[in-house]
Nanobody, 129 residues
Framework: QLQLVESGGGLVQPGGSLKLSCAVS????????IGWFRQAPGKEREGVSS????????KYADSVKGRFTIARDMSQNTVYLQMNSLEPEDTAVYYC??????????????????????WGQGTQVTVSS
């Protein structure tokens, strides 16, 4: 059974850092594009970052470029989102999601929520002083 579990959220001051984890089970990262998304209260879910099944293609939303880094550990079957220089505008529930390689390729692995069929339960990130 395909499962994604996020962790690592919390309360951090502006300018601080957090590292989110997305632990996957029931499938291999070799066959899935993984995306990170976030949803703030009253706003639509937006794509933050993605990493392709090969691991060679990563993408970022303009709002987080230079501050967030996506990476994966194949031995741990985990995808990470390192978030630095956090801003109050980054406050949201963060989700990871998976899209199979029959749906997306390395080049099309991105942050369009409609292409992802499997989702985690989310982890809250709050940036506040």
């Amino acid at each position: 059974q395909l499962q994604l579990v996020e962790s690592g959220g919390g309360l951090v001051q502006p300018g601080g850092s957090l590292k989110l984890s997305c632990a996957v089970s029931g499938f291999s990262l070799d066959y899935y594009c993984i995306g990170w998304f976030r949803q703030a209260p009253g706003k639509e879910r937006e794509g933050v970052s993605s990493i392709s099944s090969s691991g060679s293609v990563t993408k970022y939303a303009d709002s987080v470029k230079g501050r967030f880094t996506i990476a994966r550990d194949m031995s741990q079957n985990t995808v990470y989102l390192q978030m630095n220089s956090l801003e109050p505008e980054d406050t949201a529930v963060y989700y990871c999601a998976a899209a199979h390689i029959t749906v997306v390729t390395d080049s099309t692995c991105g942050t369009n929520p409609s292409t992802f069929r499997s989702w985690g339960q989310g982890t809250q990130v709050t940036v506040s002083s």
